[in-house]
């Protein structure tokens, strides 16, 4: 029996990820790292006792937020955590952009800010990027419901300086902005030191790039008390138990274990400045990232056609048939092994 039951239903488009294929192939494509994490994760998450899996978690998650509190110079009523920044990020859109007045983002961007703000209702407006892929900021100084930027952008992998992320911030006190770090630990300058100021700037960095985490699903918020406590009431109002015990004592031990985590991303910054190097003399022409991927331009085949090209050998990257974008493939920073195995089939495709 059918009845007219889909009158009913929230439709929605949903965020389409990067493909995770299964067996041996050279993973480019999703800014995953390539490097295991600390030895220490496992570790812990050895360690943790049938007795504590039985209980429910830690709602707060009082040992991680401590330990990210005390990492990033601020007090724990200050830190949020979620399951992966997409939800650290799914809440703050739900708390914090609640006007008439459009939010605000870049035409190019992460493509899951459009994908929430359709499902959530709220009302949006892209901001165009120049030629060169680059945000002004002067653009963001119009009346709106709230601000986010991806810092540095993705999928371009350009960086803000934290000036300018202080002028946009300054000029919206009637707003909340979103600085998405999801990419900071590559090369930029966290704005976190500026919410002691700034009442309306909520800070949002993942455990899935720089530490190696991106299966275990840690996000995490840094703010104002006041912006924190409300994005925590409406956390609350939707599930308490979001963060698991494996997440949380893993999560803890990747931060804690500083040495490893400086020495791997030094070596992604490594290979990123080589791998620019070696696109540039393949033809390519490409944005300065500071992000542990490259956003590249080929120039005797297109970008589409590579992309394809490249599959068909085991090798993926990314790339998206947008018209502001399609001319680019988006080249995740992995070993010096996978890279150079990446430019010898390039080698021979171009
Ligand atoms: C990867 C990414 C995220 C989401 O990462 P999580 O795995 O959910 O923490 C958020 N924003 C940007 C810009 C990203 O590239």
Redesign the pocket.
Known sequence: MSGNWERGVRRVVPYTPGEQPSGDVIKLN??ENPYPPSPKVKAAVDAVSDGRLRLYPDTVCRELTAELAAQAGVEPEQVFIG???????SMAFLTFFNTDEPVLFPNV??S?YDVWAKVYGIKYKTVALDKEFRIHTQDYFEKNGGIVI?NP???TGILLGLEEIESIVAANPDSVVII?E??IDFGGKSAVGLTARYENLLV??????SRSL?GL???MAYGDKKLIKYLSDVRFSVNSYTMNTLSQVGGLAALRDREYFEKTRAEIIRVREYSKAKLEELGFSLTDSA?NFLFAKPSGKTAGELFSALKARGIYVRWWDKPEISDRLRITVGTKEQMDALFAALKELL
């Open positions: 999703t800014n399951v992966g920044s997409d939800d650290v990020l961007t992460y899951f991806a952008n993705a999928p998405d999801a990419y949002v960095q993942t455990f899935s790039k991106a699903r840690i996000g992000a």
